[in-house]
């Protein structure tokens, strides 16, 4: 139901309303975060393995009881998620 109100008129199968049916080809290295929490959990986990079966160099990381956007809550987790996103953007600059 939130998902259909959310992609309004758009296909739900779009790619730009879920990654899930995109082309995963030539995708850049890819850092997915997410916790057990997240609604879209399943689906974070096939789309990692579908960016993988592509060739897609990606890397998930996960934790245990967050959500969403637990990189930017004022926890351990999320602090230490801060850290290894700093780390990977650092290496790349």
């Known amino acids: 139901m939130w998902g259909a109100d959310w992609a309004k008129d758009i296909d739900p199968h779009a790619p730009m309303i879920s990654p899930l049916y995109g082309d995963m ?8 975060f997410t916790g057990t929490w997240e609604i879209f959990y399943t689906d ?5 393995d579908k960016m ?3 060739g897609v160099n990606v890397t998930l990381h996960v934790a245990p009881k ?4 637990y990189p930017l809550w004022p926890c351990p987790e ?4 801060r850290i290894a996103i700093r780390k990977i953007i650092e290496a790349v600059i």
């Open 25 to 32: 080809q030539g995708l850049p290295p890819t850092e997915l």
């Open 44 to 48: 974070i986990l096939s789309l990692n």
């Open 52 to 54: 993988k079966a592509a």
């Open 78 to 81: 999320g602090q230490n998620a």
């Open 66 to 69: 967050m959500g969403h956007v």
